[in-house]
């Protein structure tokens, strides 16, 4: 194995626990078993020496046929027990380390940050958590116990070849080095262009997932024979890096057998060429057992290199993991600091995208108990500091407190304990309203989710439908209208009961009507808590304590809708083009 495979397969050690332990104690017997099956080999090739050599029987340590085949049912059935052991270990191991190694990805992805989260398409998730975790576990599960069994017993081959025939084993001694320097010259092209071909399936699953997403709007506008076109076209670059891929895996192997093979040749020549100089019956003797032992051997071998072609497969697939698994996540405090009260203060807070600054040095404070309205164009940074205030992102620079304490210092974990958050785009799961109104608190009795459907005005429209509220809401809850969708949003932080609420213009879209319904369902919601809303419809945010007006990620105004009004400002012009459009 090459430094990159050992280090590969170290780090996948280093991430897990559970596993080692099992999986060392099979790879052990494996490797017995292995070494094992060269024995009946060893011992056929003892007979002979004994009966044509004439040696006596007291020399001999086995001398009828009956005892041999003791010997050799003995070595079977050793070789069995090794297998079976070795199995069981090697396999219940493997899966406990791929479990372990698999739950480890699942909760990093859990803790990153949601600004890393999307600078990555859907497809390499699902891409990174099937695919690569899979080919990563048939390392430990096959590949890694084949690899190092069929090692260890060439190696005990070619040990038993040097001691017994040293002159014919060193044609394989002289071979061996030149198979694997092939193989590995070869593999340096393989490599590109497996990678090539990687980066083009990654890019055609995007495409299909877009298209596929997409394939509605597409319709509408008569542009699915473009799209199509488009996919047909990534279609045929994948397969033409497919091909390359499948004709260079090959290579190196059909490389490495046609160098290795040539230790037949050189095992005739050498043979030729001490035919007339040597003793003939002791040549006989090593060449015949040379004969015997190198056909198993050269198979043992030819196995390394299939299982070293695709352990290189996987390989590739640990590095995209463990590139993912570097990822830096939210740094989280050892001893949580609970704050005393519910205000929201930013303190000299920058964030941006991509070395672009998209909130620049702003500072506010929001009093616990306060409804705060952030407003402004799209672009500005108003749903940013929304996803600041709730942890997703970490600042560049500064701090966002809540209570006089930062958010570092409360640690994730707790400052989603204190925080509900209403999307634009409510995120609903494949299951009934019941179970998606409960995520809010997982213990709530049906009394308490009842009555938050109450207070959220949903009671009207679950009533009409055909299960209640065992209703499916389907997919992202398609099944569902938007403000349908909304209002059990609401329920489910009212729910939840934090004392701080993060709405994140949840009434843009909808109509006038629907508007007014889930603004007076949100209207418990409300009470007694540290509101700050997003909103681009001023009209529903007049009644705000206070109004921050963000232009280019910093905040030109504040004050109430009355003071803003009064000041003419930046403002007023939003006003003055919202009742103008209305």
């Known amino acids: 194995m090459d430094r990159q495979a050992i280090s590969s397969i170290s780090r996948v050690l280093g991430h897990v626990k559970s596993g080692k332990q099992s999986f060392i104690i099979g790879i052990t017997f494996r490797v017995l078993e292995r070494c094992l099956s060269i024995l009946p080999c060893v011992l056929c090739f003892y007979w002979l020496y004994a009966e044509l050599s004439k040696v006596t029987i007291t020399t001999t340590l086995l001398s009828t046929p009956s005892d041999y085949l003791m ?31 698999r739950s480890k990805a699942i909760s990093h992805f859990r803790r990153l940050p949601l600004g890393v989260l999307h600078q990555m398409h859907s497809s390499e998730f699902f891409e990174l958590f099937g695919d690569d975790i899979k080919k990563i576990e048939r390392i430990f599960s096959y590949v890694l116990p084949d690899l190092l069994s069929a090692l ?148 043992i071998l030819n196995e390394v290199a299939e299982h070293f072609s695709t352990l290189r497969m996987a390989i590739q697939s640990e590095c995209k993991v463990e590139a993912f698994l570097n990822k830096p996540t939210l740094s989280e405090p ?57 942890r997703f992102f970490e600042p560049s620079s500064g701090c966002v407190k809540v209570g006089g304490v930062g958010l570092q210092e409360i640690g994730s974990e707790n400052v989603h304990n204190l925080i509900s ?59 569902l209208s938007g403000g349908q969708r909304q209002c059990i949003a609401i329920a489910r932080a009212l729910l939840k009961d934090t004392p701080i609420v993060l709405l994140d213009d949840i009434t843009a879209s909808l109509d006038p009507i629907t508007q007014a319904d889930v603004v007076s369902a949100i209207q418990h919601l409300l009470q007694n808590r540290t509101v700050i809303t997003v909103s681009h419809r001023l009209s529903s945010i007049v009644q705000a304590d206070n109004i921050l007006v963000i232009e280019q990620g910093k905040v030109v105004e504040s004050g109430s809708h009355r003071c803003l009004l009064s000041i003419g400002g930046y403002y007023t012009r939003l006003w003055k083009a919202e009742s103008h459009v209305v």
């Not at 090959?250 to 057998?257: E, K, M, Q, S």
Request: proline content about 3%.
């Open 334 to 390: 050892c001893d949580p600091i609970t704050p005393q009260n519910h205000s929201i203060e930013f303190e000299r807070v920058s964030f941006g995208y991509d070395g672009i600054d998209i909130i620049n040095n702003m500072s506010f404070y929001a009093p616990e108990g306060s409804i705060t309205a952030i407003v402004g164009e799209a672009g500005s940074g108003k749903s940013t500091l929304l996803n600041l205030c709730a």
């Open 421 to 479: 958050v209403i999307f634009e785009d409510v995120q609903l799961i494949d299951s009934s309203i019941l179970e998606n109104i409960r995520i809010g608190k997982p213990d709530a009795t049906d009394e308490e989710i009842y009555q938050a459907c109450a207070d959220a005005h949903c009671l009207e429209f679950i009533n009409r439908l055909p299960e209640g509220i065992n209703t499916q809401v389907g997919e992202s809850g398609v099944l």
């Open 71 to 101: 010997a050799l049912g003995g070595v079977f059935l050793l070789q069995l027990i090794c297998a079976y052991v070795g199995q069981q270990h090697s396999l219940i191991g493997s899966y406990q380390i791929a479990q372990d190694y």
């Open 152 to 299: 260890m017993a060439a190696l005990l081959g070619l040990v038993i070849l040097l001691f017994i025939a040293p002159l014919y084993a060193l044609s394989m001694c002289l071979i061996l080095p030149c198979a694997f320097w092939v193989m590995h010259l070869l593999k340096q092209r393989f490599i590109h262009i497996s990678k090539a071909k990687a980066h083009a399936e990654k890019h055609t699953r995007s495409t299909l997932i877009d298209y596929i997403e997409a394939l509605k709007t597409l319709r509408l506008f008569d542009q699915t024979h473009h799209w199509l076109a488009r996919v047909q076209k990534q279609l045929d670059v994948a397969k033409q890096h497919a091909l390359q891929a499948e004709m260079w895996s090959v290579g190196p192997l059909l490389g490495y057998r046609a160098v290795l093979n040539m230790a037949l040749v050189l095992f005739v020549v050498t043979l030729a060429l001490s035919l007339p100089e040597a003793n003939t019956s002791a040549m006989n003797f090593d060449a015949i057992f040379f004969g015997v032992l190198i056909i198993p051997l050269l198979m």
